[in-house]
């Protein structure tokens, strides 16, 4: 009780001291705090644009045509018929199901020509599935069966096209044949996602048929789910099931196979916070073995002299470690206070790309413009033990070296 | 009697004539292609040619020399800016070479839509070597003269189930020279994509070979490719190894 007494009175004995050491430790454990925040934000929010945007929530597709997805082949198609929609109806907490058709095209404006991902799609159930609708600078979508497209401003302003301009899509038939589609600008869209808003051309799912000469077959069927989409791995495999006893190629995929490199950005997030962890301990220990040594140094007598009167050296280096237990949660709890208020600030204003200098270019996440901190409070309490621990830890062997010390020559201070 | 025989004789002449403009004119839309086609349709050649692009404002001069077999080619462009910059054909596959990167990509998919070297050309272009007869199915819609050259206008429709770049086909063949002056390239839509314009021919070893012409991509404005023929060696020597990876990279 006596050495937890001189440890913690010892930690108000230089409060100055105490403090620099504290804010060292406290400005680590905001660093962490905010990198962790931010991490999150991106995530949630690249995971929103991807299901909001993209995928949905569910896809159905022959996995032949998966595994070549990224070069939209006009092979291995599918076509929705009853029996597969039926099947899809009758999933639980469904709100809707959309097919798509993806093409490459070459966007051509007349003077220009850029190479474009074309987006069939079929109006009356797209809206169900994706929130695309709720993004429009100018105009609208079109209906079915109209000659018209809806692209991204920022493509439109790239190509010097607006609302009411025609443009041309140059597009090859499954035949290899090349065929034009000729369309009007019915809207431009704005979204959060610059995928969308950079390569994509949406048009009429049954004119982009046609032009493909691909009757009724599309690339694939998105889904989607109210409410939660946390078990979507699960929904997957139990729809694939499903949809495999009416046509074997069908599979269902989550939209988490589509976004594997931002989960794979996630997984090295990790290791950016174990680095940061390092830094971390190594700041700590620095500020803690720095702080244990001048007070060493300061008491040496007084060192001396309890071991004089019997004190052992255990329990010196107890009390050491008691004063750097003391430094170490009052840095912890500050650090957790301005951590707590840089995280409510992102989490509530957010923080534009623009800051770090990359606000217009293509940084191969799914977002542009803002990102907004996430709240992890579980990262709160590890990084606070994990400051403790370390103060506690570094702090043993100056005390070591303190306690050591010859009784005798340390009153006489030699 | 002697006024019947008269009369008899200019019947058979009058006959005689139009049966034998019969015949003439009776030439199908297949062998006017293939007639064209033993002019122009090259097995194995080494080239020098020169590409000029014109695009709006802009005029670029690009130089190069190919060595083509029935099924495959290089070529290599010798103009300063893109020296070193090569393309292997090799049968349905091509690889660009990229000196400054010192890479080889290989040119599929959709990337075979894109201009060549900023051209009116496609990759896709390059690479269409089948005999046209093969792959469409030809009729003549008109006689008519062009630049002073009276011509066979055909229409050449994709035969079912054949994989052609462009639906359909408008070209113009001279009736004496048999090659082709003019060709127009449609989409299936019924857009035209492309017009090609020959502009000078030469004969060279007693075949009829265009020597300049001009194609343009009729969906940009203000856009033409010249492509001129500076000299051409037919059946050349080709050494191993030429059509190679390897070859494309040295």
Same mark, same amino acid.
């Given at each position: 009780?006596?050495?937890?007494?001189?440890?913690?009175?010892?930690?108000?004995?230089?409060?100055k001291r105490?403090?620099?050491?504290? %804010?060292?430790?406290?400005?680590?454990?905001?660093?962490?705090?905010?990198?962790?925040?931010?991490?999150?934000?991106?995530? $949630?929010?690249?995971?929103?644009n991807?299901?909001?945007?993209?995928?949905?929530?569910?896809?159905v597709?022959?996995?032949?045509?998966?595994?070549?997805k990224d070069?939209n082949?006009?092979?291995?198609l599918?076509?929705?018929?009853?029996?597969?929609?039926?099947?899809?109806?009758?999933?639980?907490?469904?709100q809707?199901m959309?097919?798509?058709?993806?093409?490459?095209a070459?966007l051509n404006?007349?003077?220009?020509?850029l190479?474009?991902?074309g987006?069939?799609?079929?109006?009356n159930?797209?809206?169900?599935?994706?929130?695309?609708?709720d993004?429009?600078?100018?105009?609208?979508?079109?209906?079915?069966g $109209?000659?018209?497209?809806v692209?991204?401003?920022?493509?439109?302003?790239?190509?010097d096209?607006k609302?009411g301009?025609?443009?041309?899509l140059?597009?090859r038939?499954?035949?290899r044949?090349f065929?034009?589609?000729?369309? $009007?600008?019915s809207g431009?869209?704005s979204?959060?996602?610059?995928?969308?808003?950079?390569?994509?051309?949406?048009?009429?799912?049954?004119?982009?048929?046609?032009?493909l000469n691909?009757?009724?077959?599309v690339?694939q069927?998105v889904?989607?789910?109210?409410?939660?989409?946390?078990?979507?791995?699960?929904?997957?495999?139990?729809?694939?099931e499903?949809?495999?006893?009416i046509?074997?190629?069908?599979?269902?995929?989550?939209w988490?196979?589509?976004?594997?490199?931002?989960?794979?950005m996630?997984?090295a997030?990790?290791?950016?916070?174990?680095?940061?962890?390092?830094? %971390?301990?190594?700041?700590?220990?620095?500020?803690?073995?720095n702080?244990?040594?001048?007070?060493?140094i300061?008491?040496?007598?007084?060192?001396?002299?309890?071991?004089?009167l019997g004190?052992?050296e255990? $329990?010196?280096i107890?009390?050491?470690?008691?004063?750097?237990l003391?430094?170490g949660?009052?840095g912890?709890?500050?650090?957790?206070?301005?951590?707590g208020?840089?995280?409510?600030f992102?989490?509530r204003f957010?923080?534009?790309?623009?800051?770090?200098?990359?606000?217009?270019?293509?940084?191969g996440?799914?977002? %542009?413009?803002k990102?907004?901190?996430?709240?992890n409070?579980?990262a709160?309490?590890?990084?606070?033990l994990?400051?403790?621990?370390?103060?506690?830890?570094a702090?043993?062997?100056p005390?070591?070296w303190?306690?050591?010390?010859?009784?005798?020559?340390?009153?006489?201070?030699? | 009697m002697?006024?019947?025989?008269?009369?008899?004789i200019?019947? =058979?002449?009058l006959l005689?004539?139009?049966?034998?403009?019969g015949?003439?004119?009776?030439?199908?839309?297949?062998?006017?292609?293939?007639?064209?086609?033993?002019?122009?349709?090259?097995?194995?050649?080494?080239i020098?040619?020169?590409?000029?692009?014109v695009?709006?404002?802009?005029?670029?001069?690009?130089?190069l020399?190919s060595l083509s077999?029935d @099924?495959?080619?290089?070529?290599?462009?010798?103009?300063p800016r893109?020296r070193?910059?090569k &393309?292997?054909?090799?049968?349905?596959?091509?690889?660009?070479f &990229?000196p400054?990167?010192?890479?080889?990509?290989?040119?599929?998919?959709?990337?075979l839509?894109?201009?060549?070297?900023?051209?009116d &050309?496609?990759?896709?272009d390059?690479?269409?070597?089948? @005999?046209l007869?093969?792959?469409?199915?030809?009729?003549?819609? @008109?006689?008519?003269?062009?630049?002073?050259? =009276?011509?066979?206008?055909?229409?050449?429709?994709?035969?079912?189930?054949?994989?052609?770049? !462009? !639906?359909?086909?408008?070209?113009?063949?001279?009736q004496?020279?048999?090659?082709? =002056?003019?060709?127009? =390239?449609?989409?299936?839509?019924g857009?035209?994509?492309?017009?090609?314009?020959?502009?000078k021919?030469?004969?060279?070893d007693?075949?009829?070979?265009?020597i300049?012409?001009v194609?343009?991509n009729k969906?940009?404005?203000?856009?033409?490719?010249?492509?001129?023929l500076?000299?051409?060696e037919?059946?050349?020597?080709?050494?191993?190894?030429? &059509?190679?990876?390897?070859?494309?990279?040295?």
């Amino acid at each position: 009780m006596f050495i937890a007494k001189l440890g913690f009175r010892n930690v108000f004995r230089h409060k100055k001291r105490t403090l620099i050491t504290a %804010i060292i430790i406290s400005l680590a454990i905001l660093i962490y705090l905010v990198t962790d925040s931010i991490m999150i934000g991106i995530a $949630e929010l690249s995971y929103q644009n991807i299901i909001n945007l993209e995928t949905g929530h569910l896809q159905v597709m022959t996995e032949q045509y998966w595994e070549e997805k990224d070069k939209n082949p006009l092979d291995q198609l599918l076509v929705k018929d009853g029996q597969l929609a039926e099947e899809i109806k009758a999933l639980a907490n469904l709100q809707g199901m959309s097919p798509l058709l993806r093409f490459n095209a070459n966007l051509n404006n007349g003077v220009e020509e850029l190479p474009v991902l074309g987006l069939g799609i079929e109006p009356n159930t797209y809206h169900q599935v994706f929130t695309t609708g709720d993004y429009f600078v100018k105009g609208s979508f079109f209906k079915a069966g $109209e000659e018209k497209a809806v692209l991204g401003q920022s493509l439109a302003e790239l190509m010097d096209l607006k609302v009411g301009d025609y443009l041309t899509l140059l597009v090859r038939s499954r035949e290899r044949t090349f065929n034009t589609i000729d369309v $009007e600008i019915s809207g431009l869209i704005s979204t959060p996602n610059p995928n969308v808003n950079n390569n994509i051309v949406f048009v009429p799912l049954d004119l982009a048929q046609q032009s493909l000469n691909l009757g009724d077959e599309v690339s694939q069927l998105v889904i989607r789910f109210r409410g939660d989409q946390g078990e979507m791995p699960t929904a997957a495999r139990q729809l694939t099931e499903k949809v495999a006893k009416i046509n074997p190629d069908l599979r269902a995929y989550p939209w988490q196979a589509s976004a594997q490199s931002i989960l794979a950005m996630m997984e090295a997030s990790q290791i950016e916070n174990i680095i940061i962890l390092g830094i %971390i301990i190594l700041i700590a220990a620095v500020g803690i073995i720095n702080t244990t040594i001048l007070s060493a140094i300061e008491r040496t007598e007084e060192i001396g002299m309890m071991k004089a009167l019997g004190l052992k050296e255990g $329990e010196i280096i107890l009390a050491f470690m008691i004063e750097a237990l003391g430094i170490g949660v009052i840095g912890s709890l500050i650090g957790c206070f301005l951590g707590g208020v840089s995280v409510a600030f992102f989490n509530r204003f957010g923080i534009a790309l623009s800051a770090f200098g990359m606000g217009e270019i293509d940084i191969g996440i799914p977002i %542009i413009d803002k990102i907004y901190g996430g709240w992890n409070p579980g990262a709160f309490l590890f990084i606070a033990l994990f400051g403790v621990v370390v103060a506690v830890l570094a702090s043993i062997l100056p005390a070591r070296w303190a306690a050591g010390k010859d009784p005798v020559k340390a009153i006489y201070h030699r | 009697m002697k006024k019947n025989t008269i009369v008899g004789i200019l019947l =058979l002449s009058l006959l005689l004539i139009t049966g034998l403009s019969g015949i003439v004119t009776a030439i199908t839309a297949e062998e006017i292609i293939n007639y064209r086609d033993k002019n122009e349709y090259i097995i194995s050649a080494r080239i020098e040619a020169e590409m000029i692009i014109v695009n709006g404002g802009r005029k670029m001069t690009k130089t190069l020399r190919s060595l083509s077999d029935d @099924q495959n080619a290089l070529t290599e462009f010798t103009n300063p800016r893109d020296r070193g910059t090569k &393309f292997l054909k090799r049968g349905e596959d091509l690889w660009m070479f &990229f000196p400054e990167a010192e890479d080889v990509v290989k040119i599929s998919g959709h990337m075979l839509n894109q201009s060549m070297m900023g051209s009116d &050309f496609s990759y896709q272009d390059m690479m269409e070597s089948d @005999q046209l007869t093969e792959l469409y199915q030809f009729k003549i819609l @008109q006689e008519e003269e062009l630049d002073g050259r =009276l011509c066979y206008v055909l229409e050449g429709i994709a035969r079912e189930g054949k994989e052609v770049s !462009y !639906y359909r086909r408008v070209i113009w063949v001279d009736q004496e020279r048999f090659v082709g =002056l003019k060709e127009e =390239l449609y989409a299936r839509s019924g857009r035209l994509l492309k017009v090609s314009m020959v502009n000078k021919i030469e004969q060279i070893d007693q075949r009829w070979i265009p020597i300049e012409s001009v194609m343009e991509n009729k969906l940009r404005e203000n856009t033409r490719t010249e492509f001129k023929l500076l000299s051409i060696e037919f059946n050349p020597e080709i050494a191993e190894g030429v &059509f190679t990876l390897e070859s494309l990279q040295s």
